[in-house]
């Protein structure tokens, strides 16, 4: 008898610990650390938005009040690519998750720090300087000469430095965009033989407009034009694909757009939101293409003689590659791709490869959920490199110029989410070393190396340009 009591006694004891210990730490889910876990990687470590838009600026484009945010949180709004949540967090960590906005919320308005104007890497001391400020969302620079530098914002604007002063007037008649979630002005590239012929490239979100719907579908195009009297003209399309491949989402459009030694010109175009398409050659997204600089397909390209493919298809597999540079000996072409949560990578692209995304990856969904358990099959090429966590590359250059000697050849890798500007070294197509040259100074949505030599840095939040020199 007493034993039985005894035994009761043992097992309520038990029920208890059971109980206080999942009483413990379901009390208070660690919001902050959820947030950074499934949130930071679009929305920003502190909030203030990046590829998705800023949590605390006030503006609830889907409705403020808790209910609506908790909603948007637990289904995801898929044409955006704002997923869903409900399978990875409970209510009560949602509920949490909402609480740490709303009080993010009411300290926002606290002053950002100051750029450093000083910082110190493994190899130099370097001064850092505003190039540009006030931008809206810059996306891209390039260079037309030592004097003049073209920056796209990604509402619809190309802007132009000239000798160090930001013209208060954008490009008139450049491409109208459509301006909505990743999409907009993208890339700008100058032609490498600009001087003899003038023209300049851009990379945008195109809609439909014979569409009769509230949601016209988008893709990316590419145009080419010349800039007379501060008038874009002249103009040339390059690619547009087929009407019947564009997508309503708004999201991974890609897109750089790099030349090769040979007259190549090469640009890539995100999943826009559909990773099965990736590994379709007959539809433009999910890959890289190569046409000639006037939009011929070049008759070397890998599938041209597929009847099924698009045939200015160079890779496929690619999920959102944010980042493309081509090396100045070997000529070969590098890529940084957006991946999952966990699947950054950088490839060096080579024809008619497959780069395995969505039926391989390192990553998985943002919400946590599993996209596939497969890093490896045989067809598909492993990265040259992955980050894990991801850091959210975006922009790419080989480091090109004479002012930082030892940092010849190697690559600078810009980061959105990290705030950050990476410098890997490659040997043999391993990176063997890699550093942080710069941090925390705004999101980096593009870097590149100056006809001066100097390193440019394209920032978000805050919109500007900064140039990195070696201390004298
Ligand atoms: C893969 C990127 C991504 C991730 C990860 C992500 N979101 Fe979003 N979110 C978006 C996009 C895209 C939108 C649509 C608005 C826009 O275009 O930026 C959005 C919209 C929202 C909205 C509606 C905003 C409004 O203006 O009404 C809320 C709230 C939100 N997200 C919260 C979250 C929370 C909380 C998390 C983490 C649990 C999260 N999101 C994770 C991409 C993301």
């Excluded at 009483?23 to 650390?33: G, I, V």
């Excluded at 991974?252 to 175009?269: E, K, N, Q, S």
């Excluded at 110029?401 to 190697?410: A, M, Q």
Aim: charged fraction near 25%; hydrophobic fraction near 35%; proline fraction near 6%.
């Amino acid at each position: 008898m007493k034993s039985i009591i005894q035994k009761a006694g043992s097992i309520l004891f038990l029920l208890f610990l059971i109980f206080s210990f999942n009483a413990k730490t379901n009390a208070q889910p660690d919001a902050a650390a959820l947030y950074q876990q499934y949130c930071a990687q679009c929305h920003g470590s502190d909030l203030n938005g990046g590829n998705a838009t800023s949590l605390v600026d006030g503006v609830w484009q889907f409705g403020a009040e808790d209910g609506y945010v908790i909603r948007n949180i637990k289904h995801g709004i898929p044409h955006l690519g704002m997923p869903s949540y409900e399978r990875s967090l409970t209510d009560e960590e949602i509920r949490a998750v909402v609480g740490y906005i709303r009080e993010a919320e009411k300290e926002e308005g606290a002053v950002k720090p100051p750029a450093p104007e000083m910082v110190e890497t493994m190899d130099y001391f370097m001064e850092v300087e505003t190039f540009a400020d006030n931008l809206e969302i810059p996306w891209a620079i390039d260079f037309i000469d030592e004097n003049t530098a073209l920056i796209t914002e990604r509402p619809g604007r190309l802007r132009i430095v000239e000798n160090g002063v930001l013209q208060a007037e954008a490009v008139k008649n450049t491409p109208q965009v459509l301006h909505e979630g990743q999409g907009g002005l993208l890339d700008v590239a100058v032609d490498p033989e600009y001087e003899r012929n003038g023209w300049i490239y851009l990379a945008y979100s195109h809609e439909l407009k014979e569409y009769e719907g509230n949601r016209p579908p988008a893709m990316t195009r590419l145009v080419r034009g010349k800039i007379e009297n501060n008038t874009w003209t002249n103009e040339e399309l390059l690619f547009e694909a087929p009407p019947e491949t564009y997508r309503t989402t708004r999201h991974h459009y890609g897109c750089r757009i790099v030349f090769d030694p040979w007259g190549y010109l090469y640009f890539a175009i995100g999943d826009r939101g559909a990773g099965y398409q990736a590994q379709d050659f007959s539809l433009p997204n999910g890959k890289v293409h190569r046409i000639h600089k006037d939009g011929r397909i070049p008759e070397n390209n890998p599938f041209l003689y597929d009847d099924e493919a698009m045939k200015s298809i160079y890779s496929l597999g690619n999920r959102n590659i944010q980042g493309m540079a081509i090396h100045p000996e070997t000529g070969e072409l590098w890529t940084t791709e957006h991946g999952p949560m966990g699947g950054d990578e950088l490839n060096m692209i080579e024809s008619g490869k497959n780069y395995g995304w969505e039926t391989i990856t390192y990553g998985r969904n943002y919400n946590g959920t599993i996209i596939t358990e497969l890093t490896h099959m045989p067809g598909m090429e492993q990265p040259n490199f992955y980050w894990k966590p991801s850091i959210a590359v975006c922009g790419l250059d080989f480091y090109r110029g004479n002012l930082f000697e030892k940092w010849k050849n190697r690559l600078l890798v810009g980061a959105l989410k990290y705030e950050e500007v990476r410098l890997l070294q490659i040997e043999e197509e391993r990176v063997v070393h890699e550093q942080v040259i710069f941090k925390g100074a705004g999101r980096v949505r593009d870097v590149s190396t100056g006809p001066d030599g100097a390193i440019y840095v394209v920032l978000n939040n805050p919109g500007k340009v900064v140039r990195l020199t070696p201390e004298e």
